[in-house]
């Protein structure tokens, strides 16, 4: 899901530059993974560097900017061994300064949709940052997605990752409480992208963190998404209104386009006329995960590539994920490979709590108070 705006990439403020690596030496894993790796991937209009780092294990290939915690490219191998990048993304940081689709970006404080950018904690009214039409999305005009983290890269036995910290101060983008992040990427022997969220605050908040990566198993830029074959284990999922804030409904899958239990293409039923895609313009909704919250993370969706073999299994805690279906790529984004992206070009599966919690109490809390620790963990594996 994104913002429905036209992105202008001519003219940023801020320069792309190419990247140089800093260091030579490649850390082993004893897996034969390799990472990390940092190099200088841009600077921001106020100097500030931009870093690139690179990790490999277990088949799996991941690069990760220090902007906004984005996955620029993630590649892995088909049935033939021949690798892709199947995440979208661009090959320049003005590109993702400017930009308003959040693609592969790390979401907070609160991922999704806040009806009116507005919530009571406490019996406390927080007015939020408007910045999708008159909700908040993804934590405000500046949200996590346009930090510049900490990063400092790891290798653990057979695992090779990156620790990436920030720290928001209290009353940025309107969120009450300072709020200590800390997002945790590994990737283990098998090639498998795990993803550890942490955060702590000094004040009661609201809290929901999730990745942004849009999907293309076939590889990005080779077009639709719509013969990949998609499974999600979720009976109900949340109607929106026009705004696509949640109505407080559970509704059942069944019997409609959003039945994803057996599994089917993502194209088959795309175009049925549903009310509730005509007014997303496809798929972009919340799925209620059959499971609900775990305390540790379950299998909860399959994304298949036939022509590839390519799949993708994703595990998490969380209760929901948000499946969105490119509805608003439109042809002018130029991706990492140099081709458009259209329509369909890409999916997400946003694992989360549900979108507009704080404004719904009977729904699973997103509220974060001193003293506790806000941690949940997802899992994307791999195979061919």
């Given at each position: 899901m994104e913002l429905n705006r036209r992105t202008v990439i001519a003219g940023a403020a801020a320069a792309g530059i190419a990247a140089t690596t800093l260091g030579t030496g490649t850390a082993q894993a004893s897996s034969g993974g390799r990472g990390p790796v940092k190099e200088l991937f841009g600077k921001l209009d106020d100097g500030t560097k931009v870093y690139r780092w690179s990790l490999e294990?277990?088949?799996?290939r991941l690069k990760v900017l220090s902007y906004g915690g984005i996955i620029q490219s993630l590649e892995i191998p088909d049935r033939h061994g021949r690798y892709a990048n199947v995440s979208l993304g661009y090959d320049n940081l003005a590109a993702y300064v400017v930009g308003t689709t959040f693609f592969g970006a790390t979401i907070g404080r609160y991922g999704n949709r806040i009806a009116k950018g507005r919530f009571t904690l406490d019996g406390k009214t927080y007015q939020l940052n408007v910045n999708d039409g008159e909700n908040s999305l993804h934590g405000g005009a500046k949200g996590f997605n346009t930090k510049v983290w900490d990063v400092e890269g790891f290798t653990s036995g057979s695992d090779v990752g990156l620790h990436l910290h920030y720290t928001s101060i209290d009353g940025e983008m309107g969120?009450?409480?300072t709020l200590r992040t800390k997002v945790t990427f590994t990737l283990n022997?098998?090639?498998?992208?795990?993803?550890?969220?942490?955060a702590t605050t000094d004040k009661p908040t609201v809290v929901n963190l999730t990745n942004h990566t849009y999907w293309n198993l076939a590889g990005e830029g080779t077009g639709t998404i719509e013969d990949h074959e998609l499974t999600i284990a979720a009976?109900?999922?949340?109607?929106?209104d026009a705004g696509l804030i949640p109505t407080g409904e559970l509704a059942k899958v069944a019997g409609t386009p959003f039945d994803f239990r057996r599994g089917k293409t993502v194209g088959r039923d795309i175009r049925a006329g549903h009310p509730q895609q005509v007014q997303a313009k496809g798929f972009d909704h919340n799925w209620v995960l059959d499971k609900?919250?775990?305390?540790?993370?379950?299998?909860?969706?399959?994304l298949r590539d036939p022509?590839?073999?390519?799949?993708?299994?994703?595990?998490?805690?969380?209760?929901?994920?948000?499946f969105y279906s490119g509805n608003f790529l439109d042809g002018t984004l130029v991706g990492t490979s140099g081709s458009t992206y259209r329509q369909g070009d890409g999916m997400c599966l946003e694992t989360q709590h549900f979108p507009d919690s704080p404004n719904q109490p009977s729904?699973?809390?997103t509220v974060l108070?001193?003293?506790?620790?806000?941690?949940?963990t997802t899992i994307h594996s791999f195979s061919a």
């Open positions: 294990n277990g088949g799996t969120y009450p409480g022997r098998h090639g498998d992208w795990r993803i550890d969220y942490e009976s109900r999922y949340t109607p929106t609900g919250v775990t305390a540790r993370p379950e299998h909860i969706a399959t022509r590839s073999g390519r799949t993708l299994k994703i595990a998490t805690d969380q209760p929901g994920v948000q729904w699973p809390s108070r001193p003293g506790q620790t806000y941690r949940t």
